[in-house]
């Protein structure tokens, strides 16, 4: 068998055609929340790769176009002609009432933000609004006339037609976005719309994607011999876990010590994996070898590109000694599927170069398993839970492949490492401690290459400067900073100012991405 076999195998499956919004994957999470299997297409995916997917029900997402614009995107042929149960959001209303026979015009007013509808015709698909009325409304366009069969199902101010539906043909558009958390009734619209109007049953659970998974890779593997490059993440570590639990030791799992990583990060690695949960795992400390790579390097690009290589080196070297191996278990993401099926968008600026092992199997000629092919972080957290796994791996903030190579700004070396890395656990145990380690996406300490002067006891200092960014997201495309509680940020300045040799100011990063991205380098 080729590959491992598709969740659709198994569970009802709703389709989201992808218009282009900036919200897409939300409506993806939002129905895989409530245990509905769903899969994103760009719109214009060929037909039978789609219904390949036996889809239960359609949702058309937003997007930036505008119907009645020359080459904006068209509602496939297939889509209508399948008879399945249609919900178009925002963009996706707009189509679906301009390929009926509706109109679409410019609104007067453009609509952003949040507002509040008020349900014109009783439906249970809307019937949550009612008591959440608000919305959160993003458009400029809006339906002025409906296609035939359609009811009008709720109004804002700007909207006389915001929600609009066919009962007969199963067919709903609504103008807001019921995906963002701003619209507290949108995630129960969406369960109703996949359970109610479509017919799925709720079966996309983390036990039954343990149970199917595991079964798939050992018909998949046979008796080949299986390699994993664990980097300590929670990709990483959930999916040794479940090749484990399918092939046992014949999977063998490699940890490169790069020297790059936290404080106590190495030794919890090695720690879970071997002392744990007994799996074989060899760790190698390349620490000298990075760091004799990285001397003297200051560009952040550079860095990058140092790093990515010298892992794949030393990983194919320790590789090499662990004789036959037919497989390599990589932890690719859904988000990472969807945007390399993405069409190539002109004009997009690399703006990092991302490390991480892409290039290893083609090198190495191994076959790939990737058993988070179509999971979300969160689903891999709950996946990560259901087997059972340490709490601190689990809820791992994510950490980036050249580690703290890029949050050493300016030169690499072992003592500028080791005053980040006591900076960095002080705030981490400071996070922990007030609770905030989940309820903040990522948190960290950065040390620049800036000296300020500082007066310590009746004495000068000329020290360096570590800056903390703490921010949340949803997705890591935008993030906002924290807003940490002001007695919070002067314990932490107080503490590592008192505690790390080396430095005497800290501040506090706040801006927000973008126009800033979330490392610093
Ligand atoms: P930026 O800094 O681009 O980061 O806003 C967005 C997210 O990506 C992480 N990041 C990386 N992850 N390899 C990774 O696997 C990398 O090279 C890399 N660089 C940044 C970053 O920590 C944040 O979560």
Same mark, same amino acid.
């Given at each position: 068998?080729?590959?491992?076999?598709?969740?659709?195998?198994?569970?009802?499956?709703?389709?989201? %055609?992808?218009?282009?919004?900036?919200?897409?994957?939300?409506?993806?999470?939002?129905?895989?929340?409530?245990?509905?299997?769903?899969?994103?297409?760009?719109?214009?995916?060929?037909?039978?790769? $789609?219904?390949?997917?036996?889809?239960?029900?359609?949702?058309?997402?937003?997007? *930036?176009?505008?119907?009645?614009?020359?080459?904006? #995107?068209?509602?496939?042929?297939?889509?209508?002609?399948?008879?399945?149960?249609?919900?178009?959001?925002?963009?996706?209303?707009?189509?679906?009432?301009?390929?009926?026979?509706?109109?679409?015009?410019?609104? #007067?007013?453009?609509?952003?933000? #949040?507002?509040?509808?008020?349900?014109?015709? *009783?439906?249970?698909?809307?019937?949550?609004?009612?008591?959440?009325?608000?919305?959160?409304?993003?458009?400029?366009?809006?339906?002025?006339?409906?296609?035939?069969?359609?009811?009008?199902?709720?109004?804002? #101010?700007?909207?006389?037609?915001?929600?609009?539906?066919? *009962?007969?043909?199963?067919?709903?558009?609504?103008?807001?976005?019921?995906?963002?958390?701003?619209?507290?009734?949108?995630?129960?619209?969406?369960?109703?719309?996949?359970?109610?109007?479509?017919?799925?049953?709720?079966?996309?659970?983390?036990?039954?994607?343990?149970?199917?998974?595991?079964?798939?890779?050992?018909?998949?593997?046979?008796?080949?011999?299986?390699?994993?490059?664990?980097?300590?993440?929670?990709?990483?570590?959930?999916?040794?876990?479940?090749?484990?639990?399918?092939?046992?030791?014949?999977?063998?799992?490699?940890?490169?010590?790069?020297?790059?990583?936290?404080?106590?990060?190495?030794?919890?690695?090695?720690?879970?994996?071997?002392?744990? %949960?007994?799996?074989?795992?060899?760790? $190698?400390?390349?620490?000298?070898?990075?760091?004799?790579?990285?001397?003297?390097?200051?560009?952040?690009?550079?860095?990058?590109?140092?790093?990515?290589?010298?892992?794949?080196?030393?990983?194919?070297?320790?590789?090499?000694?662990?004789?036959?191996?037919?497989?390599?278990?990589?932890?690719?993401?859904?988000?990472?599927?969807?945007?390399?099926?993405?069409?190539?968008?002109?004009?997009?600026?690399?703006?990092?170069?991302?490390?991480?092992?892409?290039?290893?199997?083609?090198?190495?000629?191994?076959?790939?398993?990737?058993?988070?092919?179509?999971?979300?972080?969160?689903?891999?957290?709950?996946?990560?839970?259901?087997?059972?796994?340490?709490?601190?791996?689990?809820?791992?903030?994510?950490?980036?492949?050249?580690?703290?190579?890029?949050?050493?700004?300016?030169?690499?070396?072992?003592?500028?490492?080791?005053?980040?890395?006591?900076?960095?656990?002080?705030?981490?145990?400071?996070?922990?401690?007030?609770?905030?380690?989940?309820?903040?996406?990522?948190?960290?300490?950065?040390?620049?290459?800036?000296?300020?002067?500082?007066?310590?006891?009746?004495?000068?200092?000329?020290?360096?400067?570590?800056?903390?960014?703490?921010?949340?997201?949803?997705?890591?495309?935008?993030?906002?900073?924290?807003?940490?509680?002001?007695?919070?940020?002067?314990?932490?300045?107080?503490?590592?100012?008192?505690?790390?040799?080396?430095?005497?100011?800290?501040?506090?990063?706040?801006?927000?991405?973008?126009?800033?991205?979330?490392?610093?380098?």
């Amino acid at each position: 068998m080729a590959e491992l076999r598709s969740p659709t195998e198994f569970h009802d499956t709703i389709v989201i %055609l992808d218009y282009g919004s900036q919200t897409t994957q939300l409506i993806a999470r939002r129905i895989r929340e409530v245990q509905i299997y769903c899969e994103l297409f760009p719109w214009d995916t060929p037909a039978e790769r $789609v219904m390949a997917l036996r889809p239960r029900g359609f949702i058309l997402s937003g997007g *930036p176009a505008s119907v009645y614009e020359p080459g904006a #995107p068209t509602l496939p042929a297939y889509v209508l002609e399948s008879r399945r149960p249609i919900l178009g959001i925002c963009y996706g209303m707009q189509l679906l009432a301009h390929a009926l026979g509706g109109r679409v015009t410019p609104a #007067p007013q453009r609509e952003y933000g #949040p507002t509040r509808v008020e349900l014109s015709h *009783p439906t249970p698909l809307l019937a949550p609004l009612a008591d959440q009325p608000q919305v959160w409304m993003s458009h400029g366009d809006r339906v002025e006339v409906m296609p035939p069969g359609f009811a009008v199902l709720a109004c804002s #101010p700007n909207s006389p037609i915001a929600a609009m539906g066919d *009962p007969q043909r199963l067919l709903y558009g609504v103008q807001f976005h019921p995906e963002v958390v701003h619209t507290p009734a949108g995630g129960e619209i969406l369960r109703r719309f996949a359970t109610e109007i479509c017919g799925c049953a709720p079966t996309w659970t983390p036990a039954a994607f343990i149970e199917e998974t595991v079964a798939s890779i050992r018909c998949r593997v046979g008796d080949g011999m299986i390699l994993c490059a664990l980097s300590g993440g929670v990709d990483s570590v959930v999916t040794a876990a479940l090749v484990h639990r399918a092939v046992g030791d014949r999977l063998t799992c490699i940890f490169v010590n790069t020297g790059l990583m936290r404080r106590g990060e190495p030794e919890q690695v090695v720690r879970t994996f071997r002392d744990q %949960l007994g799996m074989p795992l060899i760790a $190698v400390d390349a620490t000298e070898e990075f760091l004799a790579a990285l001397e003297g390097v200051t560009d952040p690009e550079e860095k990058r590109r140092i790093v990515g290589e010298k892992f794949i080196r030393v990983f194919e070297r320790e590789a090499a000694r662990v004789g036959r191996v037919d497989f390599l278990a990589q932890g690719t993401l859904y988000p990472d599927v969807i945007e390399s099926a993405a069409p190539d968008r002109p004009g997009a600026r690399r703006i990092k170069t991302h490390h991480n092992v892409g290039g290893l199997p083609e090198r190495m000629q191994l076959r790939l398993i990737e058993p988070l092919r179509y999971l979300f972080k969160d689903e891999v957290r709950a996946v990560g839970e259901a087997l059972g796994l340490p709490p601190g791996v689990v809820w791992r903030q994510p950490f980036p492949g050249p580690g703290l190579a890029v949050r050493v700004v300016g030169a690499v070396t072992w003592e500028r490492l080791e005053r980040l890395r006591a900076a960095d656990a002080i705030l981490q145990e400071e996070l922990g401690r007030a609770g905030l380690l989940r309820t903040t996406q990522q948190a960290f300490a950065v040390l620049l290459p800036v000296r300020s002067v500082g007066v310590m006891g009746d004495s000068r200092s000329y020290e360096e400067v570590v800056a903390l960014r703490v921010v949340t997201t949803e997705d890591f495309m935008t993030a906002d900073w924290a807003r940490l509680d002001p007695d919070l940020l002067a314990l932490l300045s107080h503490r590592i100012v008192n505690e790390v040799a080396g430095v005497n100011r800290v501040v506090y990063d706040i801006t927000s991405k973008p126009p800033a991205t979330i490392e610093w380098e």
